[in-house]
């Protein structure tokens, strides 16, 4: 199992700004997730992040709007850039064991934009 | 493109009823199919899990049951509980052990 710590777990931010998410596994991974769920929504995946290469990003995200670091085999943060209303949503970072294919969450960070 | 979807978007159950939601997908190339529960303020956990060589996998009061002709599965909940009131997801995991999540079911059981 995986044990994995998000902070902050919930911030408010003002338009315009940029907020970093930071994801921490009790265990190496070689790869970390970042969905995005929108109120009463499904997950979506926003890239996933490998160690010591640059970030895989899925249809419709760009690295310049959701930078990502992967600086070791157990920490990873996403920073979500000159924030808009439309960027509330819960993020979330995840783990797969790669034997099980089971994946992990962090609790989520709850992002308000106003 | 929609990759998985799922019914209902909802579900409303009675206390030891059966909870039973669907979902179908269109890429055969999945080959891992869970299901994960979600409560509020919380990440998803993994519920149970099928893989494509079997039809059936059952944990205590949870069932999936996986069609891989229809690309079909569905996850029964047996004598459901008002603990068991959450979002569940259906998900498939194909390369790169990437999870594509259904669109949820939020369940609500009924004293």
């Known amino acids: 199992s995986a044990v994995i710590s998000q902070k902050p777990s919930r911030d408010i931010c003002q338009r315009g700004t940029s907020l970093t998410i930071q994801c921490q596994v009790d265990?190496?991974?070689?790869?970390m997730f970042w969905y995005r769920q929108q109120p009463g929504q499904s997950l979506t995946l926003i890239a996933t992040?490998?160690?010591?290469?640059?970030?895989?990003?899925e249809s419709g995200f760009v690295i310049d709007k959701f930078p990502i670091s992967r600086p070791n085999l157990t920490f990873s943060t996403l920073t979500v850039s000159n924030m808009s209303p439309e960027d509330s949503s819960i993020y979330l970072c995840?783990?797969?064991?790669?034997?099980?294919?089971?994946?992990?969450f962090g609790q989520g960070t709850r992002l308000t934009v106003v | 493109q929609q990759q998985v979807k799922q019914s209902p978007q909802s579900l409303i159950v009675q206390k030891g009823g059966i909870s039973i939601i669907n979902c179908a997908y269109e890429?055969?190339?999945?080959?891992?199919f869970p299901w994960y529960q979600q409560f509020p303020g919380k990440g998803p956990a993994l519920l149970i899990a099928?893989?494509?060589?079997?039809s059936e996998k059952k944990e205590g009061r949870f069932t999936i049951s996986f069609n891989k002709s229809a690309k079909q599965f569905s996850l029964h909940i047996m004598d459901s509980q008002p603990g068991d009131s959450a979002t569940y997801f259906c998900?498939?995991?194909?390369?790169?052990?990437?999870?594509?999540f259904g669109t949820g079911t939020r369940l609500q059981v009924t004293l």
């Open positions: 995840s783990v797969v064991s790669p034997l099980s294919l089971r994946a992990f």
């Open positions: 998900a498939v995991t194909g390369t790169a052990s990437k999870l594509t």
């Open positions: 992040a490998n160690q010591g290469s640059e970030a895989t990003y």
């Open positions: 890429n055969t190339a999945f080959d891992y």
């Open positions: 099928i893989r494509p060589d079997v």
């Open positions: 265990s190496q991974v070689t790869m």
